[in-house]
């Protein structure tokens, strides 16, 4: 068992394998006899903030603080509350905290909630910020994916339609990297899963990567031949076993068909396309579709069909009573996953104290470069949305380029120049890897234009610069390997 109590739920990475089976733990107990758990949050309040619509994800936590025995305080239409008078979340967070125990908050800005949790006196609970992550969704996506398969170790996931823009795509594929099951990605209207996704799964999980083509997944699209329609899809499969080499190299080029083998099942997790978050149909037909007649393919036999709702047109009901739909039972699950995790945080389970490995989403490996007067990209970012608050911070990246991650909303920003404050000169960022000795860290500033470090006060470096070569004999490194020796 492990102690929960006190803790930020706001990425997938803030919860440990060994957690999500304590909860799980707690959710069956809670299935076998749920009366037996009202009365554990008594005289305990949850606050629910949403300032995006809602259905399930809401009401199963309001309703499973209920059945705790706890009292729910709840803001779910935005103009009904301070925040259309302009009142900033870090300052309604600060309030409505000290009015509950523990909060849970939806909002449409990425790392959102994040920035919550830094003014918050009270656990805060991530109920979908953007389109960025949305952990308890995936909880109950992987409760119900083991509650069909017995285990999600070397299960294999097929995750279809908006992979751009949907959260609960996101925080699913961290955790099903983190359980070893093999992952298929693939898109609808082109909305490929994010560049940092792959790169996370890659780096942080040690996963294989690879292009395949649709193969057996043909049979999800409307067209016999997808590509004819004037987009090429391709199935992004990871598979846990460790990398031939960092920066998704591996992408390059198809290879095979994507197939399963025989006697091993597959689960197919489908989404709707993001509309309000800017995800549009380009191709009639190249977006998954779920009918009897797809599932009728003999692949198909023992697979699983989940969809984290509400759908619109990409499963047909025809498919709601095909015993291979697990769907409703997904949305079900919320009531005793949602009671568990919120039992956990509140400290009202019996646990061990036990040192493990947290993965915590304000803590990382790599290399930070926070600067204030560094702009995310993502104009969604909390941090361009409520800068008197925020505290910018990012992660320094390097495959074919160096980007910075944001820390809020994971987005890459691709920075093709560098500035050294010792100098004042501003160059391409390939000639940091060039430089003896190396440029300290602190010296550092990044750009994204010759206009940005201008106005910063830089000067551009001539022309000659960028034939500069190492030295001979020096063996070629990235900068970031040099500076963390």
């Known amino acids: 068992m492990t102690n929960l109590s006190g803790r930020n739920i706001i990425s997938f990475d803030d919860l440990s394998i060994d957690d999500v089976l304590s909860i799980f733990e707690t959710a069956d107990e809670i299935n076998a006899d749920p009366k037996k758990f009202f009365g554990h949050a008594s005289g305990r309040i949850a606050s629910t903030l949403f300032y995006e619509p809602s259905t399930r994800t809401r009401l199963s936590f309001e309703s499973s603080m209920q059945r705790l025995g706890g009292g729910v305080i709840s803001a779910w239409d935005v103009n009904a509350s301070s925040a259309s008078k302009g009142e900033s979340l870090a300052d309604t967070v600060r309030v409505v905290s000290s009015y ?6 939806r909002h449409p800005w990425e790392g959102a909630v994040k920035l919550a949790a830094e003014y918050s006196q009270v656990p805060v609970i991530n109920a979908g910020d953007g389109k960025h992550e949305h952990p308890t969704q995936t909880l109950c996506d992987l409760y119900t994916l083991r509650e069909r398969h017995g285990s999600l170790e070397g299960l294999n996931v097929a995750i279809c339609g908006d992979l ?18 093999n992952i298929i990605f693939v898109p609808g209207d082109g909305n490929d899963i994010p560049d940092y996704v792959l790169r996370r799964l890659e780096r942080d999980y040690k996963a294989h990567i690879q292009k395949e083509g649709l193969g057996i997944l043909k049979a999800l699209f409307n067209s016999e031949s997808p590509t ?3 987009s090429s899809i391709n199935a992004i499969y990871v598979t846990p076993k460790e990398p031939h080499q960092l920066a998704m190299s591996s992408l390059e080029g198809n290879t095979v068909d994507f197939n399963i083998p025989e006697g091993e099942s597959l689960s197919l997790y489908v989404t709707r396309r993001q509309t309000e978050r800017g995800s549009i149909e380009i191709n009639k037909g190249d977006y998954p579709f779920l009918d009897e007649k797809a599932l009728s393919s003999s692949s198909f036999k023992d697979v699983s069909i989940l969809h984290p709702l509400p759908r619109v047109d990409e499963v047909s009901p025809e498919v709601d009573q095909d015993p291979r739909s ?3 039972r997904q949305a079900a699950v ?4 949602r009671m568990a995790l919120m039992l956990h945080l509140l400290g009202s389970t019996d646990v061990e104290n036990k040192k493990e490995k947290v993965f915590n989403s304000g803590q990382f490996s790599g ?7 560094f702009v995310c990209s993502n104009e969604t970012c909390i941090s361009n949305k409520e800068t008197q608050f925020s505290k910018p ?22 920075c093709d120049l560098v500035g050294n404050i010792e100098s004042k000169f501003f160059y391409s960022t390939e000639l940091l890897d060039r430089f003896l000795p190396t440029v300290l860290l602190e010296n550092v500033r990044f750009f994204r234009s010759d206009e940005e ?3 910063a006060g830089f000067k551009k470096a001539s022309d000659r610069w960028n034939k500069l070569q190492w030295k001979t004999g020096r063996n070629s490194r990235d900068w970031i390997e040099t500076i963390t020796e």
């Open 228 to 230: 004819e329609t004037g």
């Open 334 to 337: 919320g009531i005793p996953i």
């Open 453 to 455: 470090a201008k106005l």
């Open 164 to 181: 751009s823009n949907g959260r609960t795509v996101h925080s699913l594929a961290f955790a099903l990297a983190r359980f070893g099951s």
């Open 326 to 328: 697990l769907y409703f």
């Open 367 to 373: 290399v930070k470069y926070a600067r204030s007067d």
């Open 393 to 414: 911070a990012y992660e320094i990246v390097k495959d074919k380029q160096y980007k910075l991650r944001c820390l809020y909303c994971d987005f890459e920003t691709i």
């Open 100 to 105: 509950s125990d523990i909060m849970i908050i």
